[in-house]
Each structure stands twice: as structure tokens, then as C-alpha cells.
């Protein structure tokens, strides 16, 4: 007769030996969808999304591709080309945009794990449109800014290093896939801009500055948003600038170059920060040569009645032009302006009704 101890003994193999074996038929059958790591950092529809990324990984390891032979590059791009697919028919609107960003970071967590890659390596973007990075690095630049750009589905990333050192230019040796446009002297606060921009043919670009760390996640936010049809994307830096009082002069003449042009909802809001993006139609109204002087690039835009969008960013914007070159360039996109519309620009004079007398009624 066995003891009560002895029969709780054998239940508990038997439930172990069972258990084991489930686990061995379950491994099995995940070996043979190709789903052998199926732990997931996330729950719900994520966890969902993470298993997809982790499949179409594994469907392109079996087809013979090999990421040690193409590199973490080109399994990015496969990567984001497979999520843009997934993510087709699914509307632009902004509360869209955001949900897919969250569900495309679980997805390429995913994708990833399956290629026993670590996570966080990308965001991806649903983009149909080709898109570029132009990265404006003086001394002193910052790698990480540049190691988030790589996280982006970017075709090109150009760093205009200006007035950089041989120490400058082979630490960006160092990172993969970029391409480094070295000057020699200084060119000038925004002139990189140009050059940068002639050397992609991408539809969309994205500006950056190299000394200032942003987070693909906010990054991409932009890049949804020109995929969405903006022509010119900027970071509203609104949150951060207090009360108007406290605003120095940059801030306060950008705001009133869009309050004269009729565009009071842009705010303080200008393309001479960065980040920015530009769509590739955006580019070729406003002329490559006018992206060196960015109020006068904003003015441009305005005047062809692009599509301007701004977008909040936890990093804020930054600017090389110093005090004296941004309120002289303003100054000049202002003469432009007023030798076009008139003096008044948007502003009509409400005390004067000079048609009475054989005058301009504006």
C-alpha cells in the first residue's frame, strides 16, 4: 500500500512528464513555422504585431536571404517595406499615424529578435515615398544624433561636415552607411542645407542638426506626416518658449514674419530650425539655392501655398545662425515680401479709408 506521500510523488511526475512533453510538441510545432523565439516584451495587440515581425523575419530567412551577407541596412529597409505593406489602407489621420509608430516599434522589435538582433534597433515608418537625411555637423557634433537617423527607413544619410578636423571626419568613418561631404573652410550657417539637399533625389528630406540628439521616435512623427501629403514639416517649439516676454529676438521676428504673411497658426514656428523635413515637390518650388537662407525658404513656401505642418518635439529645435544673421535674413525675406504684396503685407489699415481721397484702400 502505497503512502499518501509516495502517490503525491508519482501525481507530480506524471504532471511534470506530461507538461515537458507539451513543451517538446509546442517547440515542434513552432520550429516548424519558423516561430522557434516567440518571447515577447509586449501584451495585447502589440504582442500580436511583435509575432508578425517575428514571422515575415523568418519567412525571409528561409527564402536563402542572409542578414551576415546583406547587412543590418538592408534587413532595416526589407524590414520597413514589410511593415509598409501591412500597414496599407489603414488612413493618415494624426491618431493613426501615432498608433501605427507604437505598433511598428513592436513589429521591428520582431523582426529583429528573429534575426537575433538586439531591440530598439529601428522605427519604422509606413513610407511610400523614397526618403533622405541631410545632417548639418560642425565640431563638437553629437554621434548619437546621427545613430538615431540610422534607426529611420532612410535611403541616404548625408553629413555636411563644415571647418570639421581629421579627428571629426574619422569618427564619422566609424558609423556605417553614411556619406560624409567634408569643407574645408566654413560655409556659412545654412549653406550645408543646399549642398546637402543636391546630393538626394529622395522624396522626402529630412534636415538635422548633427550637434542635437532627437529621438527616431519624434523623427518619424515627422516623416509620417510628409508621407501624409505636408510639403514642409517643422518642430513646434511653442511648448517651450513661455510667455512672449520672455522670448529673445529670433523667436519674436520669426513669429511676426508669419503673422505679417498671414500665417498666425505657424506662431514662432520656422524652417531655420532644425529638425525640419521637405517634401521633394516642396523643394522644387521653393529652389534648392533658397534652402541657404531659411526665412527666405519659409517666405517661398508660403507664397506657393505649400502645405505647412509643425509637430511638437520632446527635444526642442535648434538654430547655427546667430542673432545678427537670423534678423538680418528676416529683414531681407520681409523687403521681399513687401516688393511683391505691398507694404502692409497682410495687415489692412483699419483707421485710414483712404479711397475716399483717390488712395490705396489696403
Known sequence: MQSRKSVRSSRARGKSRRTAAAGRKGRAR?????????????????????????????????SGWSIAQAGAADARHRMNARW????????????????????????ADGFASALDLPKGMWQPVAMSKS??????????????????????PFQDIIVVLENGTEGDFAELRELPDITIMQTGDRLGADVGRAIGARMT??????????????????????LATAEAGADVVMADQTPQLG??????????????????????????NSVELLPHVWSRHGIEKVGVSQLAVPPLAHLTAIRHKLQLRSIALQAGASGHASVELSVGDHIEALQTAMKAEGARL?????????????GTAT
Open 30 to 62: 513552432a520550429a516548424k513555422s519558423g516561430r522557434t523565439k516567440m518571447a515577447s516584451p509586449y501584451s495585447g495587440k502589440l504582442q500580436s504585431v511583435f509575432h508578425a515581425g517575428y514571422e515575415d523575419a523568418s519567412a525571409l530567412n528561409k
Open 84 to 107: 509598409t505593406l501591412r500597414c496599407a489602407g489603414r488612413g493618415q489621420s494624426g491618431a493613426m499615424r501615432m498608433k501605427l509608430l507604437a505598433e511598428g516599434r513592436a513589429y
Open 131 to 152: 526618403a533622405a537625411a541631410v545632417v548639418i555637423a560642425v565640431p563638437g557634433m553629437n554621434r548619437a544624433a546621427i545613430k538615431q537617423l540610422q534607426r529611420l
Open 201 to 222: 533625389k529622395a522624396d522626402i528630406v529630412l534636415f538635422a542638426d548633427g550637434g542635437k540628439e532627437t529621438a527616431a521616435e519624434q523623427l518619424a512623427l515627422m
Open 243 to 268: 510667455p512672449f516676454s520672455r522670448w529673445d529676438d529670433r523667436t519674436r521676428i520669426r513669429a511676426f514674419m508669419n503673422w505679417s504673411l498671414g500665417k498666425p497658426e505657424l506662431k514662432a
Open 346 to 358: 497682410s495687415f489692412s489699415d483699419q483707421l485710414r479709408r483712404r479711397a475716399i481721397t483717390g
